[in-house]
């Protein structure tokens, strides 16, 4: 019987969620938006090296300052904290 490693919960976001995340006042910086949006290129080569064969991706979220404002942008959660 063979062992598999499997990365899980691996951040990611499409290049063309950024606007909407950064209209939410998420920060990205340019290192972070190619980590992130990268489906095939580096983050292949990288589960190579560390012997990965399947990752589970997941969409990240602003943290927790932005997802308030992200709330507060759709109307749905008045400022409580300042």
């Keep these: ?6 990365a899980i919960e691996e951040a990611s976001l499409p290049a063309e969620m950024f606007p909407e995340w950064e209209r939410a006042g998420g920060e990205f910086p340019d290192f972070r938006k190619r980590k ?14 560390r012997g990965i064969e399947l990752a589970i991706l997941s969409a990240t979220v602003p943290g927790r300052e932005n997802a308030i404002r992200l709330f507060n942008l759709a109307g749905r959660l008045q400022p409580a904290v300042q």
């Design 36 to 49: 992130l949006s990268d489906f095939d290129g580096q983050r292949l080569e990288g589960m190579d090296r």
């Design 1 to 6: 019987m063979s062992v598999r490693t499997i």
